[in-house]
């Protein structure tokens, strides 16, 4: 400064201390930001008028700080899945930061912090008077406080959803006017009427950017130096304050910056810690021989970060902030509150169950093919919760498009409104909601109906729901099999198409569509569920987590429960909100959904699912399914612990399964491995699994029993048969857990899913 300047200013000194700190404001900053040929009485007068005017005070409001969501152990603990921000921010206390770095920041940014009321007078009059000598706007005189006014405004400005008010309020907050200059000073002396120093310097700490993403000191620590704020060295501290001026000019994580931040460092901050006498001249000297050197530390943001192949079931969960009205009015708003609002998400994903499904997955089914479009998905829901267990696909997750074949953001687990695909055809694993709908109606699993291929008319049929009129049906059997007149529970067991539309027949098909939505099902693309008679073969396309839910509502004893990812939400103040709820309901009868589940043993031990069983002495119901060309293969079970689906086909395309290797494994057949793989660990995870209640034996066997010809083929026959555990015969009623031995069947499935020219079956 020239000497005359300094003259003026030691001049001045006492008369400024004698004024209000509001009219030497308002006079200094109109010196401050205008040249001296256009400073006249009547511009300070205008100048302090506006300064009286201006609002004083500032709601600091809450920082923007990281989410976070955990996985829960199967003993209650937690573990860090992955962290979502826009701001990588974590705030800390008083006594959680090193002295040395409230001494770097005072020494270098504001020396008569402690002293002034929020604009240093001397430091203003100062920069007034050289920028009148210069003629120009050289120095601002920006105390900690004024900072920290402006990277609150900053951060409001930041926080709006709306991408134009955002701008607008940006260049607001970071104009160089003299308006902006005036109000950042009035609010800092109300921000100094309302806060101690301490608080001051505590919020500019941790409000401060210190290059990129990177906000406050502690995960400044964090990332630059891999350590925490109150274990910051001189050096460390000096050279992270060293930033704050010029965050992206000066961060250390970008090589070509090291050199001019230890200048910065050296020169400014650790000079200016000498000189304050908050070093000693042995730190100081110590201090400027360490060299700049960063242990850069990513931080584990975003789903892609998530151990385990968990990424899509995280994913899954930032799906369900977006549509839930827990975190906002819209989805925008929503998103945009989460990324910086501090939750804590506690997930129901068990790690130990999570990490079987990945590795399952990995062994038996590759990323890509150069066979077909490859897909394969592996979720298990909670029967009498719907809590979501595990959530494994064959694909890398990688957020937005790829071209990579191995890898997508779609998540073939969920609906198209979560962050999935359009769904996939079931195939025969659609069955059960046919033979639910039988038993609610009185019928029994001991009735018989003919099983051979056959010609239906439409017009025998009955649907309360749409018209079904048309062309005559005419469904195949797996192989062109003809079974002739077999029990319902046969039919079940080894998956015969025809009889399960002779089935419907007898029944309502809206009725039937009626009782696979209690239980949760409906289309993965957002579309009405179908009722047509290819439906009752599996030709709607569902998502493989609304499979499983479905089947977990049948293990629960016909509760079902809505699929639930997130057990506890926690704001940034620790405060409770209230998650998604998994809306649980009796959607069948006890004595329906234990007949049903007894049925369900069939496949398990004796029919198409033989190839799944653990036989680990834990009881198990499912059912096998397969689409035309058998371009879908599907595997759905449950204990009383844990429902499975597993599915394994095209993506797009409609190459058969059947002509496919996944890691040298039958692509047709590798479903079961995985479901046995599955449920194994499952079983032994989850004890212990109790047996399924017992099942109501008139819906088994009829309140009579009278025998019929078992030799008739050419139509179906409803009388019921004399009980028997012989689950080889067609004519007769197998007891899936008797103690006679399991027939094996192919390790294929059964049936295929016949599609039908009113309701085709879409990927």
């Not at 959904?593 to 031990?605: E, V, W």
């Not at 399914?625 to 293969?633: I, L, M, Q, V, W």
């Not at 017992?694 to 139509?715: K, N, R």
Request: with cysteine.
């Amino acid at each position: 400064m020239p000497e005359s300047s300094s003259r003026v200013l030691s001049a001045a000194k006492p008369w400024l201390e004698l004024l209000g700190a509001s009219v030497i404001a308002g006079v200094l900053v109109t010196a401050l930001a205008v040249p001296a040929v256009s400073l006249t009485s009547a511009t300070v007068s205008r100048s302090v008028g506006l300064f009286e005017d201006l609002p004083s005070t500032l709601d600091i409001g809450a920082l923007s700080q990281k989410s976070e969501i955990y996985s829960t152990n199967t003993d209650g603990s937690n573990t860090l899945l992955a962290t979502v921000f826009d701001q990588n921010r974590q705030e800390v206390g008083w006594d959680e930061i090193a002295p040395a770095v409230k001494d770097a920041v005072v020494s270098t940014e504001d020396p008569r912090f402690y002293e002034h009321n929020g604009v240093d007078l001397t430091s203003t009059l100062r920069a007034a008077l050289s920028n009148v000598t210069s003629g120009g706007v050289e120095s601002g005189a920006s105390t900690i406080t004024m900072q920290y006014v402006k990277n609150i405004l900053v951060q409001r400005a930041e926080a709006l959803d709306n991408e134009a008010d955002r701008e607008k309020a940006y260049a607001e907050a970071t104009d160089t006017s003299l308006d902006r200059k005036l109000t950042e000073m009035r609010l800092a002396i109300g921000l100094e009427k309302k806060y101690n120093k301490d608080q001051i310097l505590l919020g500019y700490l941790n409000i401060a950017n210190f290059g990129g993403s990177v906000y406050g000191i502690e995960a400044a620590a964090n990332y630059y130096y891999g350590t925490t704020a109150a274990q910051l060295t001189v050096a460390q501290a000096a050279s992270l304050i060293a930033t704050v001026n010029e965050p992206n000019g000066l961060r250390i994580d970008e090589p070509e910056n090291i050199e001019a931040n230890k200048a910065r460092r050296d020169v400014d901050v650790l000079a200016s810690m000498l000189k304050q006498h908050t070093i000693t001249q042995a730190q100081y000297d110590e201090a400027v021989a360490t060299p700049v050197t960063p242990v850069i530390t990513e931080p584990s943001t975003g789903c892609q970060t998530a151990a385990s192949g968990a990424a899509y079931f995280c994913d899954y969960v930032t799906w369900i902030v977006k549509n839930d009205p827990t975190f906002g009015a819209t989805a925008d708003e929503r998103w945009s509150n989460f990324k910086t609002g501090g939750f804590q998400i506690f997930t129901t994903l068990n790690p130990t169950l999570q990490a079987n499904a990945n590795e399952t997955m990995t062994e038996y089914v590759p990323a890509s093919s150069d066979e077909l479009d490859l897909g394969s998905t592996i979720v298990t829901v909670e029967p009498g919760t719907g809590r979501i267990l595990a959530m494994a696909q064959n694909k890398t997750y990688v957020p937005g498009e790829s071209a990579d074949p191995g890898s997508t953001s779609l998540n073939y687990n969920t609906d198209q409104g979560y962050g999935g695909s359009s769904g996939f055809q079931v195939g025969s694993t659609y069955k059960v909601f046919t033979l639910a709908e039988w038993l609610k109606q009185g019928n029994t699993l001991g009735e018989r109906v003919n099983g051979n291929p056959q010609t239906f008319d439409r017009a025998d049929f009955t649907n309360s729901c749409v018209d079904i009129s048309g062309e005559p049906y005419s469904p195949k059997n797996d192989s062109g099999s003809r079974p002739g007149t077999v029990t319902v529970q046969y039919a079940l067991t080894n998956s015969v198409n025809n009889a399960f539309i002779a089935m419907a027949e007898e029944l309502d098909l809206c009725q039937i569509r009626n009782t696979a939505q209690s239980l949760g099902v409906h289309r993965a693309d957002g579309g009405e569920l179908g009722s047509n008679l290819a439906d009752i073969l599996g030709t709607q396309t569902i998502a493989p987590l609304t499979m499983a839910a479905a089947y977990a509502g049948i293990a629960a004893n016909g509760v079902y429960c809505k699929p639930v990812a997130i057990d506890r939400i926690l704001d940034a103040s620790g405060a409770e909100l209230q998650p998604p709820q998994a809306e649980c309901a009796q959607a069948l009868d006890p004595t329906v959904a234990s007949t049903l589940a007894y049925a369900m043993k069939g496949p398990i031990q004796s029919g198409t699912a033989t190839a799944s069983n653990p036989y680990d002495d834990v009881e198990h119901i499912g059912k096998t399914g397969t689409t035309d060309n058998e371009k879908d293969t599907w595997m759905i079970g449950a204990s009383t612990r844990a429902a499975t689906a597993v599915w394994v086909g095209n993506v797009s395309g409609d190459v058969s399964m059947t002509d496919v290797e996944t890691n040298g494994y039958s692509g047709y057949s590798v479903r079961h491995r995985i479901w046995k793989s599955v449920m194994t660990a499952n079983d032994e995870v989850l004890q212990p699994a109790a047996d399924f209640p017992e099942p109501d034996d008139d819906l088994v066997y009829g309140s009579g029993s009278s025998s019929s010809d078992d030799s008739s083929t050419d139509a179906p026959a409803t009388t019921t048969p004399t009980p028997t555990t012989d689950p080889t015969q067609p004519g007769t009623v197998p007891t899936p857990g008797s103690s006679v031995a399991p027939v094996p069947a192919p390790e294929g499935d059964d049936t295929v899913g016949r599609g039908d020219e009113d309701q085709p079956g879409q990927n």
